[in-house]
């Protein structure tokens, strides 16, 4: 049968988790406590203290009631002391009646103090936490290599990990609570069983038509919710572009408002769909369980009322019998049920949980050797080859040369040639698939990973415009730095930014971007001048433009160059650029393609030489006559 949406249909699962998988994932709940823990130990104390005493509430309420009941039984059957209130309350006959009446009135009061307590408790434990996991999220991704962020596979298990660190914390509660609940099931169960025992067999028949069917559901739904992951990843990016401020004027200009709405109402209503099928299996399914727990406690009541008429129990019995089997029915459906549930929410802890194992392949040597400060021979590639991961194909093969220190390195060529592989490589985001890269004849792996990035200063041309003050964005380019003042505007100058900060209303304090009210934002080029003060920031051994100046005109452009060429003086840098009028500047120049070296010199030994170089240069020189 064809699809005519051309998503992929929801499969139904071949066999349901095993066992071992279930308890498997329930090793989860385990790292999920001690996390809570982690997140504050006296809230999570005192929402279990709370509960230990709402536990033994329950049945604390039914006895006194039976106590009441049976009260006002013998009270109606002895002689009247007189015709007021008063007479009884002179002849001390209400005295027992008054003191199980306030003690009752104690109960009730408590009750509603300690469910606000713990409610109190548990929102603010919560919220906690959901910050907790966010940061150690981030953390962790922070962690990472930029290869888990550059696969679709990992942003996949990024979201689903996300969703979880905001979408759990009803767990919390969940967990607490049946712990709770099985206290309090304990106590009504030891009442229950005095009185008629065998009544505890009827709980099997109410609650295991029950548990199956929430096993099953959950199973669905989490097989459902993890095979939608691309889907879910696709509407969150459609609503996105469909009203972002940096999408708002190509979206209005090619008419594109109709086409995102039409294919996000496409997708969601197809996700929409299962999840009805599914939400409509479980309630119809849940409803036929729920008749079946109904009819087994109204028999036990109507076994419970008879043996009252014959006397056997009093008026008081039946009514802490009955409401002992309601609750208790009631608790063991909620108890066993939430079991299943939380084994079903353990599959979602799976994601988060999973997320966190997820270990970095770059790492740091455990005797770090120190960065060359400053680099006095230079920067090697020997014999580097590199492929991206789940590739067949080579970035870079068999790449030698060298990066002489004090250098300005040129890299040229068409995309895919390697030149961006390369810029990664030399800042150690990936490491060589075969060869070596060193630095002074140090291997590049021997340093720190937080080392190298310390001292070389990079720009890219997608570098991120930050919604943060002027003054913040160019001091995250060394964020130890950031209220270093004099170097943040000596970093604004040397990229001459700083003409463009000093027009703002509220200059280095300005907001930048429009996605905040008292935000204003820059052109590209202004932009740019910020994002490369950045690397000025940094102070770094070796400097790395890529594409720096793409959004610049032909003026600013020289200007930005004319600035870095007298401020790289002594420095080592590495620039990528189509323009040949920035190329040219450089001391050397690499021409590269598929990954290999065709031709290097300087610009004018390579016009001399009439290859490729010459030729490319030739046919953007003509552009310009």
Known sequence: MSNPSGRRPFPAPEQPPSFQERLRN????????????????????????????????????????????????????????????????????????????????????????????????????????????????????????????????????????????????????????????????????????????????????????????????????????????????????????????????????????????????????????????????????????????????YGAYAFIVWRTITGDFSIGDLAFLSGSFLRLNGLFQKILIGFTQIAGQSMYLDDLFSFFEIEPTVLSPASPKPFPQPIREGIVFDNVGFRYPVTEGWAIRHLSFTLVAGETLALVGENGAGKTTIVKLLTRLYDPSEGRITVDGIDLKDFAVQDIHAHIGVIFQDFIRYSLTARENIGVGRIEKQNDMERIEGAAERSLADAVIRKLPQGYDQQLGRLFKKGRDLSGGEWQKVAIARAYMRDAELVILDEPTAALDAKAEADVFARFKSLASGKTAVIISHRFSTVRMADRILVLENGRILESGSHNELVALGGHYAELFELQAAGYR
């Open 26 to 297: 329930l090793r989860h709940l385990g790292r999920l406590v001690a996390q809570i823990w982690r997140t504050s130990a006296p809230l999570t104390a005192a929402s279990i203290v709370l509960r230990l005493v709402a536990s033994v509430q329950p049945v604390a309420m039914l006895y006194v009631g039976k106590l009441i009941i049976d009260e006002v039984v013998r009270l109606t059957t002895i002689p009247t002391p007189g015709p007021g209130f008063g007479d009884w309350w002179a002849s001390g006959v209400l005295t027992q009646i008054m003191a199980l009446l306030a003690l009752e009135l104690v109960l009730v009061i408590g009750s509603d103090l300690l469910a606000r307590a713990t409610s109190l408790v548990d929102l603010v434990l919560s919220e906690l936490h959901s910050n907790t996991v966010s940061v150690e999220l981030m953390t962790h991704a922070a962690k990472l290599d930029l290869m888990h962020f550059e696969s679709a596979e990992y942003q996949d298990r990024l979201e689903r990990a996300r969703r979880q660190a905001a979408g759990r914390n009803a767990l919390l509660s969940q967990m607490f609570g049946q712990a709770q609940d099985m206290i309090t099931v304990f106590t009504l169960a030891a009442g229950l069983f005095a009185y008629a025992p065998w009544l505890i067999l009827l709980f099997p028949l109410s609650f295991v038509p029950a548990i199956w069917g929430e096993t099953r559901f959950n199973s669905l739904a989490y097989n459902m919710s993890r095979w939608r992951t691309p889907e879910r990843r696709e509407l969150e990016y459609i609503r996105y572009i469909g009203a972002s401020a940096e999408t708002a004027k190509e979206l209005k200009l090619f008419g594109l408002g109709g086409f995102l709405v039409s294919r996000f109402r496409q997708l969601a209503h197809a996700i929409f769909l299962e999840n009805r099928s599914l939400s409509t299996q479980r309630a119809a399914w849940g409803a036929l369980f729920s008749s079946i727990a109904t009819l087994t406690y």
